[in-house]
């Protein structure tokens, strides 16, 4: 018999709050990616089933009622493959998980699907050369200078990395009304989110409207609108279908699903996350001889976040979904104002990559990324080393973020170009010269680049709702067995 | 004129592979192919694969397929016997295991048993499509060799800062340069181009090509019944009648002459007369009426929704009611007009015999109002539905099982050739064999076939990019389905492209097919465990790949890894059109397009 | 300059096949040409308006001026690359041309004895095969008869280079691969630019191979030649040798042998005399001179009837004249093309009033030359038209002295057409 499908709105208190927000508010964040240690597994369950009741870890609902009561702290939970495995959590024969996820970023047919080689990585999320895998991500997010919701996660259960933000990141520059994200290279961060429909707006009931009062701002608003189920697992997504939903077994019989019939993965999301190191002395070079102008052309927006083509006004300051609210196809076909090849037109093309704009924004929207990753600093030695901790939401792996990895940032003959992202693109010098063609320029223009990134280490993440958090976590970890075993047993 | 699409793209599948060659990449084997296909010259993409036996087969080998895209006008037979005859013996390297105890005999023996056997397992296409590589990889290669220097050549310019802000003197200098230079001497002629690519690239160009054969076809069977006649008048008028038998032959000719060029005409016209309602309802009427425009829009979308709704359920519902009954009447008006167009004005006239002119206008006038009635009735249904509530539109999950899975062995090749022209080896079966499904998948295939070779001629198949090559073979005497591709992306990305951009084609040749369960080829090859079957379209060409999910498994499922791989070139379909557009802008007229060209062709 | 190989078909679908099907039928239909032929000497300023000459002066004419009706228009049908036939006379054409003639010398040597040797060995093994058994004149007579003929011109390199660098030299079977490529390559130059794709392409593929062949045995033949040209150009000229000289003798003797089957009191008569000289010795027929000169005399005028190029075409570099018979002469624009009707020439009542007859023994008097029209004519006749003409003696002689021949019948058409050339001709002896 055919299930309804959930309802997004009944299941905002399932769903982890960073798909909601980005925590813009809270100003402070860390990031642990803990190992359990083997035979700990049970502590560790323990640990992070007391992590859990804590009432840190945020739901959707509660980030909606954020404009009037903000919250001061959110905590998000993440496993690996490797750590649901760890954790007792055994994958359903019918309804298994993604092949990407299962195999990890780390895994060496995902460093030739993401363009990664050569990599050395400290980490990933898997057995191998960079240590042990990762087994859970996460995130913390606090008000300023409060301090840490964890200070340390026991020595014994866990070997752990932590990545501290960057407290400069946040920035109040001129014509800013608040604190803006920016990262290394000084840029605004965080802009261009799609926006979940559903999510952000209430849009179950819309006024019907007359076609005059539909302004050009609207249409664009539309551009970056994406149904939930790009992001969400179990809900519409851009195909009009359900996303899929893996399972695990033991899960229905915990009677934790809050929707009839809804899996394990329901309300939950995958993370593509990589520790990404920007050389900010090279940057700094290229700028002193290059100048902000081409530094922005690499970027593809001003410093200040306003696109390119506008020019900057801080008299009349812009919200971000207003700074959103462009396209290329028509006014910049040609790249003479936004490089073909510029970071943001290489990983969210808009609507120049189809036979005609609406095409083209509907393909656009099966690649797009809910990102959710801040600037850290790491202090060592006397160095300080700044860069992104990238993390990006999707509901899949392969054809959001690795499309986009391979396509487009790393694809070097992307719309015809020679080279891949100024920012992203690969490392290995002997690929393909880092240069950026600069179309327009009296004969053209070209730069060469140095390597601005380093990619440090990555994984893959499922960000469970908060019901099948408590199932990971929870103390069934034997019963689980035990029904696993059941299961095995009873199946012919 | 398919066939010379068709026979591009040749598989040569032969059962009972025993397996014992090695063809890994560093083998013997793979080498000297690799090497014989770059002497031949004229082979684009060569693959190996492994096709695993049926379930039901009783040789339980698997059949060693070998997939070659060639250049245009090839006959296979000769393709196949150059090969063959090559003075490297690579083809009977890698076939000699069929024949253990051959190895032996007089090598022109050799070859001519294995050209024997590898025309008997030959299959064209039974459809393609080729995007960009309707050049030959050796224009392809010396386009692209002119596209690089031109870069390079900019670069230096550039930095000598020779010509300043102005981008058509740069541009002239690059020309010249380009011009005297002697290795570009081929470059003089005009980029060569089919003729459909080409010179019949205009669509008055392809109007008019149907027109004159369609008059052609007229003057001949006007000729068939004008000359006996003409000769029989003569002779009478100069020997006085003939044999009454003659008389008698020379009428039937002039009548079944006049019959038939009646007949034709009137087929034209219910043709165009289908065709100007097609347009009026699915184009001028959407233009004109915003109303019309969303109650289709929104019936399309119905009809192609992957999930169950009540919506999409009604609508097809409803459709199916409606339209099946409209077609058949269509249909059957169009064939009494062609065959017997009398009865319809008879009917006419008898109808109208007891009323006024003004009392049939009213009916013509109360006819529309209904339908417009109808109309609005509709359109406010749909924006009211809207507002009904959710659980109209709820949707009601297909349960997919073992979705987005991918067999390690696919994920490896996918990931070696990526920063090449991908490629995948689909494996189906036919959902009845030897039955309709093969007749509608090859119907269907020439129709893609013909479509891909006249119209979508600008590398795109419907508004599906980066395809090099893309075939369908009907192999084992229609029990199964194979499908071989080339192209720039990803695999997802391909699909994503087939789904969104050629969804009728897509669906037209895959919907006969299903999945069955089958063994592997091989160690470390993917084994069908499950059945898998092509998500139900509705009207043939809705819904079907729609449903992303159960038509990505489905194509997973199906997909099998190459052993060896050849590819002539390895730029993108972007890359080669691109080279092309500036050999034609270099050596071209001197004018602000080319001008521009040249600049944007460096400045990527 | 050649056209790159795999251009695309820029013709509307149909077009080409339409063309091409005239052009093969009307090659397979001398007797047609002829009557064209006959119209265009006629009227020769038709022929002016379309380019055309026809009568045997004005054909005369166009082919002594080489500079103003240029061989390259072959140049597009060479698929094997440049060769003599296809150059403007230029250096590189003369130094070909020598190294040419050096190598053709050599046959003067070895012929008829050479043709005479093989053409005995092929009879002696037809004659096992009995009556109303068929064979194919070509595969399994002519084709061999010429390849030996013509072994000098690579001599210690021919086995090397029929069988291939790596081929073993015993292989017959490698060998008939050697020629079949080579009569595609050929048959490129009859079929012209019209042909389908499905032929030109064919022919690129064999040219392709041939060439790697001859790459293959290169140092072979350089040593064979005692030759201390270039590599390249050794390489050009064996490719262009080895490609004409074969399939077009080939080709010729089975026309005059199809010409001669059509045509029984002639071939009777000839056989008689064959017989009668048999009878004196076993040797007499292969040794009487007077017999040898009859049927080459035969052989030419069969020829003359099919020739193996009935028309010829020549580009016209710049503006020109011709005369072309009528008052007024022609115009060629630049750019242009001629054509060339070198059957309709050969006909020509200005040479002789009964020259619709078939005559080997008429006297041509002043006109001996135009006899070997089917060769071309002036400067850019083919330099090998002797050697060919001794071969198809020999082989015809042959012929002559086995039981009757006629086309076979009950087996389908005997005569099998590749385009406008000859692939099979299947005969018994009656």
Redesign the interface.
């Known amino acids: 018999m ?4 959930a ?1 997004l709105a009944h299941h905002f208190d399932d769903i982890q709050g960073m798909l909601r927000s980005g925590y813009g508010w809270l100003q402070d964040s860390r990031f642990w990616l803990l190992t359990i240690r083997d035979g700990k597994e049970t502590a560790a369950r323990a640990w992070l089933a007391k992590f859990v009741e804590s009432g840190v870890v945020a739901n959707a609902e509660e980030v909606g009622k954020s404009r009037t009561h903000p919250i001061a702290k959110a905590a998000a939970i993440a496993f690996s493959f490797s750590g649901l495995a760890k954790l007792g959590c055994v994958e359903d ?4 998980f ?3 996820f299962r ?1 990890g970023m780390g895994s060496d ?1 995902r ?3 993401l ?1 990664d080689n050569p990599r050395a990585w400290r980490w990933s999320d898997v057995d191998g050369d960079s240590g042990d895998a990762v087994h859970v991500l996460i995130a913390e997010w606090t008000e300023r200078d409060v301090g840490p919701i964890i200070s340390r996660p026991d020595e014994t259960i866990f070997s752990a990395i932590q990545v501290d933000n960057d407290p400069c990141s946040f920035q109040k520059l001129e014509g800013d009304n608040e604190e803006k994200l920016r990262e290394a290279f000084g840029f605004r961060d965080g802009l261009a989110q799609p926006v979940i429909k559903g999510l952000k707006q209430d849009d ?2 819309r006024p ?1 409207r007359s ?1 005059k009062d539909k302004k050009q701002a609207d249409t664009l608003y539309d551009d970056s609108v994406v149904q939930p189920g790009e992001f969400i697992l179990g809900y ?2 851009e ?4 996303t ?1 939903c893996p399972d695990v077994v033991g899960w229905r019989q915990s009677g934790l699903a809050n929707h009839h ?1 809804g899996r394990f993965a329901l309300n939950g999301s995958y993370l593509a996350v990589r520790q990404i190191e920007q050389d900010v002395e090279a940057f700094s070079a290229f700028r002193q001889a290059n100048g902000q102008d081409i530094c922005n052309k690499l970027m593809g927006r001003q410093d200040n976040g306003w696109p390119l083509a506008w020019k900057y006004d801080p008299s009349n300051p812009k919200t971000d979904s207003e700074l959103d609210a462009f396209r290329y196809r028509v006014d910049d076909a ?2 003479f104002t936004c490089p ?1 090849g510029a970071h943001i037109r290489r990983v969210n093309p808009r609507d120049t990559l ?2 005609d704009i609406e ?1 083209s924004i ?2 656009t929207k ?1 690649h797009r990324l809910l990102r959710r990753g801040r600037p850290y600093r790491e202090d060592s030695n006397g160095e300080t080393r700044k860069g992104i901790f990238f993390i990006a939401c999707n509901a ?1 792996l ?2 959001q973020f ?2 986009v990895q ?2 487009w940032a790393r694809n070097p ?1 992307f ?4 080279a891949d992202d100024p920012f992203v693109g690969s490392s290995d010098p002997q ?1 393909f010269p880092k240069a950026l ?4 320029l ?5 730069v060469s680049l140095a390597n601005f990134t380093t990619t440090l280490g990555g994984g893959y993440f499922f960000l469970p709702g908060l019901a099948a958090l408590k199932f990971i976590v929870g103390e069934e970890g034997a019963t689980k067995f035990a029904t696993s075993e059941v299961a095995e047993a009873a199946a012919p | 004129m398919l066939k010379i699409v068709r026979q591009q793209m040749i598989c040569i599948a032969v059962p009972g592979w025993n397996g014992t060659t090695d063809l890994s990449e560093d083998s013997p084997v793979s080498k000297g192919l690799y090497s014989l296909f770059r002497d031949v010259e004229v082979v684009q993409f060569a693959s190996i694969a492994l096709l695993p036996a049926r379930a039901d087969a009783v040789d339980k080998r698997p059949w060693l397929m070998l997939e070659l895209a060639i250049e245009e006008g090839i006959d296979p037979y000769d393709m196949i016997y150059r090969l063959v005859y090559h003075w490297s013996e690579a083809m009977w390297s890698l076939y000699s295991s069929f024949w253990p105890s051959d190895a032996t005999a007089l090598r022109s023996e050799r070859n001519d048993k294995l050209h024997k056997m590898l025309m008997k397992h030959l299959s064209i296409a039974d459809g393609g499509f080729i995007g960009a590589r309707d050049r030959t990889a050796r224009q392809i290669e010396k386009e692209q060799e002119l596209l690089e220097w031109t870069r390079d050549e900019a670069r230096a310019m550039k930095q000598a800062m020779l010509y300043g802000d102005d981008r058509a003197a740069f541009a002239l200098a690059l020309a010249q340069r380009a011009f005297q230079n002697r290795r570009f001497g081929w470059a003089l002629d005009p980029a060569p181009r089919s003729y459909w690519r080409g010179k019949g690239a205009s669509i008055s160009a392809k109007a008019g090509y149907v027109l004159t054969l369609f008059v052609l076809w007229l003057l001949a069977v006007w000729l068939v019944g004008a000359v006996p006649r003409g000769a029989l008048g003569i002779y009478t008028w100069l020997f006085g009648p003939p044999y009454s038998g003659v008389t008698d032959v020379v009428a039937f000719i002039s009548m079944a002459s006049c019959w038939v060029l009646g007949v034709s005409i009137r087929i034209v016209l219910a043709l165009l007369g289908l065709g100007v309602l097609v347009w009026l309802l699915l184009i001028a009427l959407p233009a004109l009426s915003r109303t019309w425009r969303r109650w289709l829009e929104s019936v399309g979308r119905e009809l192609d929704r992957p999930t169950e709704t009540w919506s999409s359920w009604l609508t097809y519902r409803i459709g199916l009611l409606l339209s099946v009954p409209i077609a058949f009447a269509l249909v059957a008006l169009a064939f009494a007009f062609i065959f017997s167009p009398w009865t319809i004005v008879d009917a006419y006239k008898a109808w109208t015999a007891n009323l006024f002119g003004w009392q049939i206008i009213a009916l013509v006038v109360l006819a529309i109002v209904v339908l417009i009635c109808a109309v609005g009735l509709l359109s406010r249904i749909n924006q009211d539905l809207a507002m009904v509530g959710n659980w109209f539109f709820q949707p009601y999950e297909e349960d997919v099982l073992r979705a987005q899975q991918v067999d390690p062995s696919i994920d490896n090749s996918e990931g070696l050739v990526v920063r090449e022209t991908a490629h995948m080896v689909s494996l189906t079966d036919l959902r009845s064999p030897n039955g309709w499904s093969a007749w509608w998948i090859r119907v269907s295939l020439r129709i893609v076939t013909l479509f891909g070779r006249v119209i979508f001629t600008e590398s795109r198949l419907g508004s599906a990019p980066g395809i090099h090559f893309g075939h369908w073979h009907i192999i084992e005497d229609g029990r199964r389905y194979l499908f071989c591709s080339n192209y720039d992306g990803s695999f997802g990305g391909y699909l994503d492209d087939f789904i969104n951009g050629a969804t009728i084609g897509t669906n037209l040749a895959w919907r006969w097919t299903t999945l069955k369960p089958r063994g592997s080829a091989a160690i470390g090859q993917p084994a069908v465990v499950h059945a898998r079957s092509f998500p139900p379209t509705r009207f043939i060409v809705f819904r079907g790949v729609k449903c992303e999910l159960q038509f990505k498994s489905y194509a997973r499922d199906s997909m099998l890894p190459h052993m060896f791989r050849f590819d002539a070139r390895k730029e993108s379909v972007d890359q080669i059109n691109l080279a092309t557009g500036l050999r034609d802008a270099l050596f071209g007229a001197r004018n602000d397009s080319n001008d521009d060209l040249i600049m944007r062709a460096i400045e990527s | 300059m050649k056209l790159s190989a795999g251009t695309p078909d820029a013709m509307p679908p149909g077009l080409r096949s339409l063309l091409y099907g005239i052009f093969c039928w009307a090659n397979r239909h001398p007797g047609a040409l002829r009557a064209v032929g006959a119209v265009l000497r006629h009227w020769p300023f038709v022929g002016g308006w379309l380019g055309m000459a026809a009568r045997a002066d004005a054909v005369k004419k166009v082919l002594t001026r080489p500079n103003s009706f240029s061989n390259t228009a072959h140049a597009a049908n060479l698929s094997a690359g440049d060769y003599l036939i296809g150059m403007d006379p230029d250096a590189t054409y003369k130094g070909d041309r020598l190294l040419l003639d050096d190598r053709l010398a050599v046959l003067d040597a070895t012929l008829p004895a050479a043709a005479d040797l093989a053409a005995r060995d092929y009879v002696e093994k037809l004659r096992l095969i009995g009556k109303r058994k068929s064979f194919d004149l070509i595969e399994d007579y002519l084709m061999w008869i010429v390849f030996r003929a013509m072994h000098p011109l690579f001599g210690e390199a021919t086995n090397k280079v029929a069988a291939g660098a790596t081929g073993s030299l015993d292989d017959p079977g490698l060998q008939r691969q050697y020629l079949l490529e080579i009569r595609y390559v050929a048959g490129q130059l009859l079929a012209g630019s019209s042909a389908t794709l499905r032929v030109q392409r064919r022919a690129e593929l064999n040219a392709d191979a041939l060439r790697s062949r001859i790459a293959g045995v290169g140092n072979d033949i350089q040593l064979a030649w005692g030759t201390s040209c270039p590599f390249n150009v050794i390489k050009r000229n064996a490719v262009g040798l080895a490609w004409i000289s074969h399939p077009v003798t080939v080709q010729s003797g089975a026309l005059a042998v199809q010409e001669l089957l059509g045509r029984p009191d002639v071939h009777k008569a000839l056989r008689e005399q064959a017989q009668r000289l048999l009878k004196m010795g076993p040797n007499q027929v292969w040794e009487d001179q007077a017999f040898r000169k009859l049927v080459q005399d035969h052989v030419l005028e069969l020829l003359r009837f099919r020739p193996i190029f009935p028309l010829l075409a020549r580009d016209v570099p710049r503006d020109t004249e011709f005369e072309t018979g009528a008052r007024h002469n022609a115009k060629c624009p630049a750019g242009g093309k001629m054509a060339i009707w070198g059957i309709a020439a050969m006909f020509d009542t200005a040479i002789d009033k009964d020259i619709s007859q078939f005559s080997p023994a008429r006297n041509w008097g002043t006109n001996e030359d135009l006899r070997w029209l089917m060769f071309g004519y002036g400067t850019r006749q083919c330099p090998a038209m002797v050697y060919a003409v001794k071969i198809l003696t020999s082989a015809l002689i042959g012929l002559l002295i086995l039981p009757e021949l006629q086309l076979t019948r009950g087996e389908g058409k005997p005569v099998t057409y590749d385009g406008p050339l000859m692939s099979r001709m299947r005969v018994s002896f009656i």
């Open positions: 055919k299930a309804p499908a309802h024969t019918l309804h298994p993604p092949t990407p195999s047919a460093a030739l699907l363009r179950s009931f019907r076609e519409r997504n195909y009009d279908e359900l899929y019939g040609n790249g073909k189809g036979v095409s509907k393909s099966l899949d392969e054809r690795e499309f391979q396509r003959s719309v015809n170009l020679h690929t063609s600069l179309p327009g009296p004969s053209g223009g070209e």
